[in-house]
């Protein structure tokens, strides 16, 4: 097994919304740029500005467009969340990761209606502000830089830890991998 203390973690907010009459996905405010030359196998051959960090800033009140890239190394443990929080939070969103499986440390999830079944807010374990006071605000602005509230947030790997390369972040929650 892995060191329970993970050498770096990424967060990454999932959204999907309606904006220039089309459809968009997104990873932490930045639109999807589909590159000109598969990534695994011709990445040098792609236009390095089409790059975008994973946790760099979008200055755009639209989003930025882009292909996002999340450049790990070689040798080091990674725990990746990945939530599907804030304004744009109402879809599951199914994840398959090729060639990898993941341990799955947790998932957080929202409200849910007891009525009807529908989200009513996103959870309150993450946050989108730097001082984390966006309890109120959380479900109607956008969610580029997500983070847990609590600094202290552990999550135990033991050998019952369930190893998966297929996986559901549900809406307005998250999974913890």
């Not at 999807?32 to 975008?52: G, I, M, R, S």
């Not at 960090?53 to 467009?65: K, L, W, Y």
């Not at 079944?117 to 989108?128: E, I, K």
């Amino acid at each position: 097994m892995p060191d329970q203390i993970p050498d770096v973690t990424y967060f990454t907010n999932i959204a999907g919304f309606l904006g220039r009459n089309k459809p968009f996905s997104s990873i932490n405010d930045k639109l999807f740029v589909l590159p000109q030359f598969p990534l695994t196998t011709y990445y040098e051959k792609n236009d390095e500005n089409a790059y975008c960090a994973v946790d760099s800033q979008c200055d755009s009140d639209f989003g930025c467009e882009c292909t996002t890239v999340l450049d790990v190394g070689s040798n080091v443990t990674v725990r990746l969340v990945i939530s599907a929080v804030g304004e744009e939070r109402n879809i599951n969103h199914p994840m398959h990761i090729h060639g990898h499986s993941v341990h799955i440390l947790s998932i957080g999830r929202g409200e849910y209606s007891l009525a009807n079944g529908r989200l009513v807010s996103s959870t309150r374990d993450l946050t989108c502000t730097e001082d984390g006071d966006d309890t109120e605000t959380l479900d109607n602005n956008r969610c580029p830089n997500p983070r847990f509230r609590s600094s202290n947030t552990t999550f135990p790997l033991d050998k019952y830890t369930v190893r998966k390369d297929t996986f559901i972040v549900p809406a307005g929650g998250y999974v913890v991998v």
